[in-house]
């Protein structure tokens, strides 16, 4: 099992924000399902897992569910390829869920970083909540490549732990990574000081399905300030937000939410 790829915004999380209205579709470093590598995914068919994520910032909780699944098999010019379904909207809201169906090639494992998704994927549609089922561009999943945010020396590994989730209790590979930066930038006579420090722990165990994800945590600190203080320009204390990811369902026997048009 493979997790040195760190944060990877890819599967769920890209096709279900490449799925999403425009507006939302521009915003695709908003990571939806975090922790998960699309190179360790482990093509099942029928095999199924169900998120909740949890997004906290700003006094502000939000939840949605992500429900991903492999639910085909299909033989390609380039090979075996699976028929990937994500499903992602609020908890509690059937209406506003939207969906997304690709075809990733079984070569999506050996993706380097850099590749881009959509060579990967030679078929791909979208729904938008209770809407029609309609055909994607697989190129506008081109900007969405593995995102590794540093190297396999800079995370601390715990080979076994334990994690109590709402689908069971797994033995899980532990790996943390904590990153802090400062960039100062001069305008005229002041100097802008911003520094972010970004808190991942993700925990994975081969007896989840599909990417082997059990739980994530994301927890990013933001704050700036100007030297000398600048009147009308407020010092930012820090902001803090977290984001969890936990398995909450598994199984299999999984079939298509949805018919290719």
């Known amino acids: 099992m493979r997790t040195s790829a760190g944060v990877v915004a890819l599967a769920a999380s890209a096709l279900v924000a490449s799925a999403a209205t425009p507006a939302r579709a521009a915003d695709v470093g908003s990571v939806l399902l975090p922790g998960i590598d699309i190179r360790d995914i482990d093509f099942q068919v029928g095999a199924w897992c169900r998120y909740v994520v949890v997004d906290e910032a700003m006094d502000v ?3 949605t569910t992500v429900y991903i699944a492999v639910v ?20 509690g809201s059937a209406a ?3 969906l997304a169906r690709a075809l990733v090639d079984e070569g999506v494992r050996s993706m380097a970083e850099g590749d881009s998704l959509y060579r990967f994927v030679s078929q791909y549609y979208i729904r938008r909540g209770r809407g029609p089922v309609e055909p994607g561009d697989v190129h506008d999943l081109k900007r969405l490549t593995i995102v590794s945010p540093t190297s396999d020396r800079d995370w601390v590994v715990q080979p076994a732990t334990t994690v109590s989730t709402p689908a069971g209790e797994f033995a899980c590979e532990s790996r943390r990574f904590e990153k802090t930066e400062s960039n100062e930038t001069l305008s005229g006579r002041v100097k802008i000081i911003q520094r972010r420090t970004d808190r991942v722990e993700v925990w994975t165990s081969n007896a989840v399905p599909v990417f082997h994800l059990a739980r994530c945590v994301v927890e990013r600190e933001r704050e700036s300030k100007t030297m000398p203080a600048v009147r009308g320009i407020p010092a930012s204390g820090p902001r803090r937000s977290r984001t969890t990811s936990v398995v909450v369902a598994f199984g299999k026997g999984a079939k298509s939410l949805v018919s290719s048009p």
């Open 61 to 63: 909780v939000d939840s």
């Open 72 to 91: 085909g098999k299909e033989e390609t010019p380039r090979g075996p390829a699976y028929w990937l379904e994500i499903e992602s909207g609020p908890a």
């Open 96 to 98: 506003d869920r939207d």
